[in-house]
């Protein structure tokens, strides 16, 4: 989850563009999909990378991670979350409906590398509430929204974690995995 230092994924107009980009970003965003053959999302979070990634990397003046990431996203699973698309017939992927505990279950058992959440903070927000995540990923970067989506919702438990790995990039931002204490 990419996040604001006060906590929000999106800022009020539900816009990230103020959100610390640039090569060193997508570098350690290729880093984590290198390691995963499925990627899953909400619906705004799928339409917002499918109008750019598919063709991202044959644009003239692509860098070496913006066609390596696009390469990804062209050949990788896909699982989209959603009530309102329809299966669009879009190639590797799949639209769900909703999220069915059995069909998650069934794509965790599944031989093979990680399954990776890209934004989609209710589906997130679903995930954490049903206790299915393993860990997370948040990439806080170093800038303050004020207002907006926020990244966790209130919960009636408190849920405990463990940091697995730090890593900070050039521009400020901090790069931390979590795992859930079980």
């Excluded at 769900?96 to 927000?125: W, Y």
Aim: hydrophobic share 40%; charged share 20%; proline share 3%.
């Amino acid at each position: 989850m990419q996040t604001s230092l006060d906590g929000f994924v999106a800022g009020a107009d539900s816009g990230f563009d103020n959100f610390v980009g640039g090569e060193e970003n997508l570098e350690f965003i290729c880093s984590q999909t290198d390691t995963a053959d499925l990627a899953m999302f909400g619906r705004v979070s799928f339409q917002l990378l499918h109008a750019d990634w598919p063709t991202a990397g044959t644009r003239p003046g692509a860098t070496e991670n913006t066609i390596k990431y696009s390469n990804w996203y062209n050949t990788v699973s896909k699982v989209v979350f959603s009530r309102t698309l329809s299966d669009n017939h879009t190639k590797n992927t799949i639209v769900m409906n909703d999220i069915h505990m059995a069909e998650i279950q069934k794509l965790k058992q599944q031989p093979g590398r990680d399954m990776l959440i890209f934004g989609s903070p209710t589906v997130v927000h679903e995930l954490i509430e049903r206790n299915v995540l393993d860990a997370i990923w948040l990439i806080v970067h170093p800038v303050l929204f004020g207002d907006g989506i926020p990244l966790f919702r209130k919960r009636n438990q408190v849920d405990k974690l463990s940091l697995l790995h730090s890593h900070s990039l050039s521009n400020g931002t901090l790069c931390n995995r979590y795992a859930w204490q079980k």
